[in-house]
């Protein structure tokens, strides 16, 4: 199974870029679907995006396009999350899963304690 650990939140500025990292232990990292959740208060899990094993496939939400990019190092067991032009409206938990299926929410199972981002304006 895998371990993950998220690192890189902290308080940023309105239309700053911020760099996410998703750190993974234990076996089958590079057999295993990645992404990233995140989570507002008061509101439910969202899905920012997936990549799939080899990366060569990423899936964005659509709410999110244009300003992210996933990406994936198998080599160092490492997942980032890179955010542009940063809104009030990102502030959030972020974490990182591991699942079956890059593109399919649903099929993540193995979850971060997540990591916070706060955006001030």
């Known amino acids: 199974q895998v371990q993950l650990v998220e690192s890189g939140g902290g308080l940023v500025k309105a239309g700053d870029s911020l760099r996410l990292s998703c750190l993974a232990s234990?076996?089958?990292?590079?057999?295993?679907?990645m992404g990233w959740f995140r989570q507002a208060p008061g509101k439910d899990r969202e899905f920012v995006g997936g990549i799939n094993r080899s990366g060569s496939s990423v899936y964005y939400a659509d709410s999110m396009k244009g300003r992210i990019t996933i990406s994936r190092d198998n080599a160092k067991n490492m997942m980032d999350l890179q955010i542009h032009s940063l809104k009030a409206e990102d502030t959030a938990v972020y974490y990182c899963?591991?699942?079956?299926?890059?593109?399919?929410?649903?099929?993540?199972?193995?979850w971060g304690q997540g990591t916070q981002v706060t955006v001030s304006s």
């Open positions: 899963a591991a699942g079956l299926l890059a593109e399919s929410a649903k099929s993540f199972h193995s």
């Open positions: 234990g076996r089958g990292f590079s057999f295993t679907a």
